[in-house]
């Protein structure tokens, strides 16, 4: 065990292995490669370095630092120069977006709104005092009455049933959808102005629409005929098949005119959405502004459907948050009459007055989104930006 014992001491460090051969010294190093010599006299900071190679130039002004005089006139090779879209008034003169349609619309109820609301109220609350005027004839001079009223559902009820039919929802139909007409005219051509940057007041606007008025009453009593039409066509077929007791083939035949209907009149409803603003802002005539109308929805169908039926539904929304609790009120004083023909009176009136209401509110939404949809479709088709941009410029005063 001894011999294995390590000296005092510790354990010596191993000797390095000999080199291999050739390697028994390294070469002696060439001159220059030793220690350092002493830099020149005069050597003191680095050379300046090649032209380009340098700290970066400063850059252009524009990045980062205020924009020179005049720059942007002339772009990097292969470089346009860039500027925003042009925007005298509540949308920017380019394609617009779904948001952007609303937007502007409520813009321009925001800043116009004697115009958007004030003849909205004004033109809705006529159709309503006149509706309800033809419904108090009818009730206590005809002696219409409720046909819910009677157990059996025999001829006399059914008379009734028509009679109040037309003059509590048919009437008042016909007379908002004229009204309507009117004011989609006149909320146009305000919208019109506020694309422009302009706010025209209700006198300038009733008296640019003025002219077009027996038309404007024409083209909402031409497209309602056509609705009639399509649904007499569709359903006249279901009736004459449930009238001669084919309860099975009439029940068949509602359902394929109900389909239809909802086809064909969706089809119509969006190619002749623009026949207003097309009208007005062109200058056409009914006829012209039917098939103008129709030629700018071609090949858009789907996107303006998709506005249309969303700007529908939000102002059906609305319309109900605003007119049912009227509803249920004209329901309960109806009833707490005792009277049967004037609680349906004041029903359907107070009922009106929630309609005059809603209509107020949203009746300006969708007339100001059908109009940006249709300035929208003419900037996509017709480069219609460049004109209204034009149509914008400040113009110079008379030397």
Same mark, same amino acid.
């Given at each position: 065990m001894s011999d294995h014992l390590p000296p005092e001491g510790g354990w010596p460090a191993p000797a390095p292995p000999p080199p291999p051969a050739g390697w028994a010294a390294p070469p002696p190093a060439p001159s220059g490669w030793g220690a350092p010599s002493p830099p020149p006299a005069g050597w003191g900071p680095p050379p300046p370095p090649p032209a380009g190679w340098g700290p970066p130039a400063p850059p252009p002004a524009g990045w980062g630092a205020p924009p020179a005089p005049g720059w942007g006139a002339a772009p990097p090779p292969g470089y346009g120069p860039w500027t925003p879209p042009v925007q005298p008034g509540v949308v920017p003169l380019r394609p617009l977006g779904l948001g952007e349609l609303f937007d502007g619309a409520v813009q321009t109820?925001?800043?116009?709104?004697?115009?958007?609301f004030g003849v909205s109220a004004v033109l809705m609350g006529v159709a309503m005092v006149l509706s309800t005027g033809v419904l108090l004839v009818g009730v206590f001079g005809f002696d219409l009455r409720d046909p819910t009223a009677d157990a059996a559902l025999g001829r006399d009820a059914v008379a009734?049933? /028509?009679?109040? %039919? @037309? /003059?509590?929802? %048919? @009437?008042?139909?016909?007379l908002t959808g004229l009204a309507t007409m009117l004011l989609t005219g006149i909320l146009i051509l305000a919208v019109s102005d506020a694309v422009l940057g302009r706010r025209p007041s209700v006198g300038e606007v009733v008296q640019r629409v003025r002219p077009r008025i027996w038309a404007l009453l024409g083209l909402g009593l031409l497209t309602l005929a056509i609705g009639i039409l399509l649904v007499a066509v569709l359903i006249t077929p279901a009736i004459a098949l449930l009238l001669t007791s084919?309860?099975?083939?009439?029940?068949?035949?509602?359902?394929?005119a109900a389909l239809a209907l909802l086809a064909v009149g969706a089809l119509l409803w969006v190619r002749l959405a623009f026949a207003a603003p097309a009208m007005l802002l062109e200058r056409l005539s009914v006829r012209q502004a039917l098939v103008r109308s129709w030629r700018l929805t071609t090949g858009s169908w789907w996107r303006v459907?998709?506005?249309?039926?969303?700007?529908?539904?939000?102002a059906a929304v609305a319309a109900g948050l605003?007119?049912?609790p009227l509803a249920v009120v004209g329901g309960f004083d109806g009833g707490a009459l005792g009277n049967e023909s004037a609680g349906f009176v004041v029903a359907e009136g107070i009922g009106n007055v929630g309609?005059?209401?809603a209509s107020t509110v949203t009746a300006p939404f969708t007339a100001a989104v059908t109009a940006l949809l249709y300035i929208d479709l003419r900037i996509r088709r017709e480069g219609l930006d460049v004109a209204l941009a034009r149509a914008a410029e400040p113009v110079a005063p008379p030397r």
């Open positions: 109820m925001r800043q116009n709104p004697r115009v958007m009734a049933l /028509l009679s109040n %039919g @037309v /003059l509590a929802w %048919g @009437v008042p139909e016909v084919h309860e099975v083939l009439g029940g068949i035949a509602v359902l394929v459907f998709g506005v249309l039926f969303l700007t529908q539904l939000i605003l007119g049912v309609t005059v209401l």
